[in-house]
């Protein structure tokens, strides 16, 4: 009876010892993928320039955690356990003087807060402390456990995304000086997709009324564009659709033309300048066309006047029979034009 509980004993004892070192080891294995998961987190962060923060709304106060590089992005002083009261943090929020976009913050953040959103993606203006710079931050946000239909907590990350949003002003920026110019210059933008709709031209609002197909919401059909046409392309001597075909079909990167053009919508006739860039893919076929169209009805306009006045005056002359000379007074040859009439007399 000893023997058989000596026995036993001994086979426990062993069998402990081993769920001993698995459990040991299976600690070990949970320990390394932690540490492995987390390195990888951190470079990640790292590689994206992006803090993490979290929000315990457990806490009698909301208790904000801001990682280290969340500190450095907003500013922060160090604080005990990374820890920072929310009211401080949405004073600096507040201090950015970005009322509009701190309204919206604010709307965004209490659907969270009050379970009825899931999550967030704001960019928002915030007033560093450290320096008072006012910097553009972009955060993306989580809740989590919820309970009686709020959140036990919010997390997520932030990253400073000044540099996108200075873009964003300076091409905002731009397009109103673009649209000005345009404006000023009588010109209007105009886009074709040529692989998805090819006998479709997209008009600027200011290329529809050049055009004279204001309110057409479809743009301008190539069959339309092409009936209006008035005569061969002042550049070429061809026809502007020969032109532009061409362009398209042997690889060309441009097209241009100078054409008359009969609006649709009244049916006067206008002078039009044309100029296009072709995108190609790869194989050299071409898949976009953008351009600019200006309203040159006024120089070639003047340039006909011109020419009927002179066609006017030489009628004059040959009913009176007179011929017509001029001096250039400050030529040092000066140098004398005669009529070619004049020069008949002479």
Known sequence: MNHK???FKKIFDALGRRHNRVSEQALRETVDKLERQHFINEQAMEIARAGAWSIDFR???NIMFL?????????????????YEWDGVWANLMA?????VTKQTAAALYACQSGQAPGFDLVYAYKRPVDGEVVWIRSIGRVDGLEDGRPSQMYGVLTDDSQ?????VD?????TVLKTALEMAKAGTWRIDLRRQPDTTLLSPEAARIYGCDGADAGLLESDWRNAILGNDRISGLNPHEVFSNA???GAFSYEAIYAFRRLADGRPVWLHDRGAIQRDKQGRAKLMTGVIVDVSEIYQSQEDIQQANRTLEQAL??????TWSRDMQSTGRLIQFSQRALRLF
């Open 5 to 7: 509980h000596s026995l």
């Open 59 to 61: 806490q009698e106060r």
């Open 67 to 83: 990682s280290e590089r969340a500190q450095k992005i907003l500013g922060q002083l160090p604080a005990e356990g990374d820890l």
């Open 96 to 100: 950015s003087g970005e009322q509009e």
């Open 164 to 168: 996108s949003k200075k873009a964003e």
């Open 171 to 175: 091409l905002r920026e731009a397009h």
């Open 248 to 250: 398209i079909r042997k």
């Open 318 to 323: 040959d009913l009176s029979r007179a011929a």
